[in-house]
């Protein structure tokens, strides 16, 4: 059985991912921002195990983690959780930018470091959803595009750095998805927002799922989904 990491299980794409994952009966570990969405995820997810530790505050991941046991071995860590917040260059304050590249970029990679010989031990996984604002920045998405920018970096880095330890590195890059961040989107931008128009969660999920369960003898590097519609 396998042992899953997912941060952003709450709601969206990881929600999708960790209900495909439950169903099918591997191990998951849930990461959560406070015990409060810890019980949340606990009853969500029956079996699942949960880790608490604040994405928006990485300089405090590695003491969170050093409170709670974890796992001897991880066979995929999946980077999911994201926060977004558009705006003209010429109005973004310190903050806003903090905010984004804490959670976005910054968070990811220390929880890679911290979890990594978990990670080397059973030659697993790394995934990282980014967005298609990681390949290209449109008016307004400067600190968000920014942020993914840097996931990409990150994960082309760490497939270099990791390839004699069998590690595998898979960026996503959907398109706008149907989830409660693009409510927001629509919001920001003045949009009527029609679910129906994106892709659904369930789809990312399966792409997600088909690079995990690709044979040993394959990698899927990166991929990019777009609305269908």
Known sequence: MATHLITGAGSGIGAAVARRLH?????????????????????????????????????????????????????SLLHIAGVVDLGPIGDLTPKTWHEQLNVNLVAPAELTRLLLPQLRISH????????GAGLSAHA??????????????????????????GLRVTSVYPGRTASPMQVKVHQQEGKEYDAGRWIDPGSVAATILAALDLPRDARIDDVTVRPGR
């Open 23 to 75: 169903e099918r009966g591997d191990d998951l570990i849930l990461f959560a921002r406070d015990a409060g969405r810890a019980k949340e995820l606990g009853s969500a997810f029956p079996g699942a195990r949960t880790l608490v530790g604040d994405l928006a505050n990485p300089d405090r991941l590695s003491w969170a983690l050093a409170q709670q046991t974890l796992p001897d071995r991880l066979d």
């Open 140 to 165: 307004e998405w400067g600190a968000y595009a920014a942020s993914k920018h840097g996931l990409k970096a990150l994960a082309d880095a760490l497939r270099e750095e990791e390839r004699d330890s």
């Open 124 to 131: 697993g996984q790394v995934i990282f959803v980014n967005s």
